[in-house]
Each structure stands twice: as structure tokens, then as C-alpha cells.
């Protein structure tokens, strides 16, 4: 019987425990109820994404005269925050909606960083000369097209202390597409999202 | 005689109840959502879709702030290609907007493709948190 008391107050605390845990749920990106956070989440990205993507459409600067898609390339993104964040999770969203539109080609030959490079590029044109190879089907030279814009851009995280001691977070999203053939910049944005919080929240 | 006064009472009385309803009536397009929740509290006018500098259609809307304090309010366009389909895109997350008393509220959004050609515009009160 004494034996039996420490069991049950083992079983007892640990479904005390058990309750009070927030169980695991998961969340419709379009119709998220949660509460905003200070950190930068896949809303703010989303949302950095669509006011850029919006800008870029309007400007009318993807629609070639000749009705040809341009090749574009991903450069550098640097993430200028105190987060640790992919900034391929923007890119991604802004290539995607890019190619989708039909005005635009991406190419896996060149970019920035090699998490955008496709190695199957070269390593197809490694086995030229390769009798083990039908050489008919090897990328033969001169096929490879160059790109004719390039985007880069930056995210910075700005801190700010209000009077009252609070912390405001300020999210800047850079994005800017040069020109290869001349250098000009072609379009460029920058997209604010501030937010506000207690002064002992981390960002990270 | 007397059925000629009620009768005539009867439609002076209908054409002025219908007056009254019909001035305060918001301005309804079919393509335009507004939830429950924000009621006559605000009203999108003026909802247009033209090309500016683009091949893509840009969408225009105001929206009316009809009270005497801040409302806070989310928006999303839906774009349709020509057979009616939904044109998933980025473009159409939900976006934070607020207007402040009596104030109209210029809204643009443009168009993920040249295959878009209609929309659907959904407004509904700002999620709890997301703005100030």
C-alpha cells in the first residue's frame, strides 16, 4: 500500500503536466489566428513577398517588347537581422511567382550562392567525349543561356527603444534587379514591417 | 373616394420608406466580400480593374471607414483566369490595412499573370494582434 501513494503521485503530477502543454496543431498559412511574434515568421516573409511582387507587376518592367521571357539570376540576399533566416525562403517566393507569369526565366547555371546553382549543369558537360555517354544527348557548347537581370537585396533588423522602455523592431526588405548587359538598375523596393514589443522579448 | 386616400397613402408612404432604405444602402459588386463582423462599418466603393502601365490588370477599391474610430481590417484579392479558376499566387495572402475615422482607404493590387481576368476582394477584421 505505501508502495502503491509515490505511484500514484507520479501518475498524478505527471498528468497535471501533461495538461498543461500546448498540444501540437497544424496552422493554415492563409488563415492564421496565432499570435504575432516578434521574431520574423513566415507572415512577414509572405507579406515582404507580395508588396514586392505586386510593386514589380505594376511597374510594367517584365513586359518585353518582343513578348520574350528575360533570364534572370539570383544573387546575393543578405540577411542583416539578428535571426538566423534562408533568405532562398524570399527569393523562392519571388522566382516562383516570376516564372509563373510567364515573363521571366530563371537559370540554375549562375547564381550567388550554390543552394541556387544546379551542379547537374556542369556535371552533364563533364562527360563530353565520354564513350559511355550516346554523345547525341549531351548539352553540346554554346547552349548555355546567360542572364539578362540579376536580383539581389537585403534584410535589416533595426532596434529601436520607445520612452516607455518598450522595443520596437523594425524589418526593412530590399530587393533591387539590375541589368547585366548595362549595370542600370531596373526596379527596386523596399518594404517596411514594424512591430512592438515588451523590451525583454528576443528577436531570435 | 375613401379607397383612393388609403390608396394613395399607402404608395406616398412605400415611396418614401423607399427613399430611405435606398440612400443607405451600401454600394454592392458581387465580386466584393466584406465579413459579417466589420457590418456597415466600412464599405468598399469605386472598385475598379484597368491596365495601367502593365499587361496585367491592376485592381482599384476604396475602402470607407463609416465610424468615428479606427478600424482595423485585412484584405485579399482572389484572381480567376477567363474560365473562372483560381490562379494560386503569393499575391493573394491576406494584407493588413487600418482607416481611421471617416477616412477612405485607396486600395491597388495587381494581378499575378496576363491570364487573370477577374478577382474576388475579401475584407474581414483585422486578426487579433496584427496591428495596433
Known amino acids: ?204 | 373616394m375613401k379607397c383612393f386616400k388609403t390608396v394613395a397613402c399607402m404608395i406616398a408612404f412605400a415611396a418614401a420608406a423607399v427613399g430611405c432604405v435606398s440612400y443607405h444602402t451600401p454600394p454592392q459588386d458581387r465580386r466584393v466580400t466584406v465579413s459579417p463582423e466589420l457590418g456597415t462599418r466600412v464599405w468598399v466603393t469605386d472598385v475598379r480593374l484597368a491596365k495601367a502601365n502593365s499587361q496585367q490588370y491592376t485592381l482599384q477599391a476604396n475602402v470607407v471607414n463609416n465610424t468615428s474610430g479606427v478600424v482595423r481590417m485585412e484584405y485579399r484579392v482572389v484572381w480567376l483566369d477567363a474560365n473562372g479558376m483560381e490562379l494560386p499566387s503569393v499575391l493573394s495572402t491576406w494584407h493588413p490595412i487600418s482607416a481611421v475615422e471617416r477616412e477612405i482607404v485607396g486600395l491597388a493590387a495587381t494581378a499575378p499573370t496576363p491570364e487573370a481576368v477577374d478577382f474576388r476582394f475579401y475584407l474581414q477584421a483585422a486578426r487579433p494582434g496584427l496591428l495596433n
Open chain 1, 1 to 204: 500500500m505505501n508502495k502503491l501513494i509515490p505511484v500514484c503521485a507520479i501518475v498524478a503530477v505527471s498528468a497535471v503536466f501533461a495538461g498543461c502543454t500546448t498540444p501540437t496543431t497544424r496552422v493554415d498559412p492563409m488563415n492564421d489566428r496565432g499570435p504575432q511574434v516578434a521574431g520574423m515568421d513566415y507572415r512577414d516573409v509572405q507579406e515582404a513577398a507580395r508588396v514586392m511582387l505586386d510593386s514589380l507587376f505594376r511597374s510594367g518592367r517584365l513586359d518585353r517588347p518582343d513578348g520574350q521571357a528575360y533570364v534572370m539570376t539570383v544573387g546575393k540576399v543578405k540577411n542583416d537581422t539578428m535571426q538566423r533566416f534562408d533568405t532562398d525562403i524570399l527569393t523562392s517566393y519571388i522566382t516562383e511567382e516570376l516564372m509563373n507569369s510567364g515573363k521571366i526565366m530563371v537559370t540554375s547555371a549562375m547564381a550567388a550562392s550554390a543552394d541556387n546553382r544546379d551542379e547537374m549543369v556542369n556535371a552533364v558537360r563533364s562527360v563530353r567525349g565520354n564513350a559511355e555517354f550516346n554523345q547525341g544527348t549531351v548539352a553540346r557548347s554554346g547552349q548555355l543561356v546567360a542572364p539578362t537581370h540579376s536580383v539581389f537585396g537585403k534584410i535589416i533588423q533595426r532596434e529601436v527603444r520607445m520612452d516607455n522602455g518598450d522595443k520596437q523592431i523594425e524589418y526593412y526588405f530590399q530587393l533591387r534587379i539590375t541589368e547585366l548587359a548595362t549595370g542600370l538598375q531596373w526596379w527596386q523596393k523596399q518594404h517596411l514591417i514594424p512591430k512592438r514589443t515588451d523590451a525583454r522579448t528576443p528577436t531570435w
